[in-house]
């Protein structure tokens, strides 16, 4: 047998991979996650021929997703993926896959990010729109149109979303239900109750649901916007200074998904002055 032993952050650290341990148990692979050492290891002997996944009730699509990759390896996978949280993350991996050319869309999450910002004062061009048949975050637009009409929206197939749609309620002043929405709390913080934290430090009511979270109104306060280690939660605090003078607590950690979002912030007109720790 080989073993492979993966050092893990803070953040990945955190998360619940039970899903992911029973998911390589089920075909003979032997893995434990050690919370306290950090590390993620695997026991793995020989190549199989073939690899099985029931995903119908995980609350991500991450580990369905992992599982496509074996293919690449030669390996026949059986997935099961009906009701699988996220599935349009998943069908994006593998179209991305099944691509003659392998083509990479711009990010559908840091648009939406673009998006709400011009409806806050912003006069950003937007160009390469994300393609929609691929990144059901795309669907900012429809879901903007959901929350003034209805005054709710489902983030079961688009949950990268809630952060910034938090902030585009605070900033609009309108009270918008999240729902649909219970796998927020396992990704990279809890995007329900590290969110609601968050705001309510800055001024703003927040009701949390187990599925979600509603934003209640509220006035934006000067303050410490604390991230969590989330890059989705710096998004929302950039959004809400547009508002408001804030203090965005490990603001670096955006760069995971967006490595240059300062900058261009900077380049859009927002002010931006960086303090570090000694």
């Avoid at 992992?66 to 994006?92: C, H, K, N, T, W």
């Avoid at 197939?157 to 605070?170: F, G, I, K, M, Y």
């Avoid at 709390?185 to 969110?195: A, C, W």
Wanted: with cysteine; glycine share 6%; hydrophobic share 40%.
């Amino acid at each position: 047998q080989t073993k492979t032993t993966f050092q893990l952050g803070p953040t990945l650290n955190a998360r619940d991979h039970a899903m992911l341990v029973r998911a390589l148990k089920d075909n003979g692979i032997a893995s434990r996650h050690d919370r306290d050492a950090s590390t993620f290891t695997i026991h793995a002997g020989e190549r199989p021929s073939t690899a099985t996944l029931d995903a119908r009730d995980h609350k991500t699509s991450q580990v369905a997703s992992a599982f496509l990759l074996l293919e690449r390896l030669g390996i026949e996978v059986d997935l099961q993926v009906d009701g699988v949280a996220s599935l349009p993350y998943f069908d994006m991996t593998r179209s991305m896959l099944d691509a003659a050319e392998l083509v990479v869309d711009s990010d559908a999450s840091s648009h939406a990010f673009w998006i709400i910002a011009n409806t806050c004062g912003a006069d950003v061009a937007i160009l390469n729109p994300p393609a929609m048949g691929r990144q059901s975050d795309a669907m900012i637009g429809e879901l903007l149109r959901s929350a003034l009409s209805d005054g709710e929206v489902s983030l079961r197939q688009s949950p990268d979303l809630a952060p910034v749609l938090a902030a585009w309620a605070v900033i609009h002043d309108v009270e918008l239900k999240i729902s649909d929405a219970s796998h927020l709390r396992n990704k990279e913080s809890d995007r329900i109750s590290d969110l609601a934290r968050s705001l309510r430090s800055v001024g703003i009511d927040v009701n949390e649901h187990p599925d979600g979270f509603t934003i209640c109104g509220g006035e934006l306060t000067e303050g410490t916007f604390k991230t969590y280690g989330d890059h989705r939660l710096v998004m929302c605090a950039a959004l809400l200074a547009t508002q408001q003078t804030l203090v965005v607590d490990d603001a670096g950690c955006v760069s995971k998904s967006y490595p240059r979002f300062w900058q261009d912030l900077r380049r859009a007109g927002w002010r931006v002055n960086y303090t570090y720790d000694r």
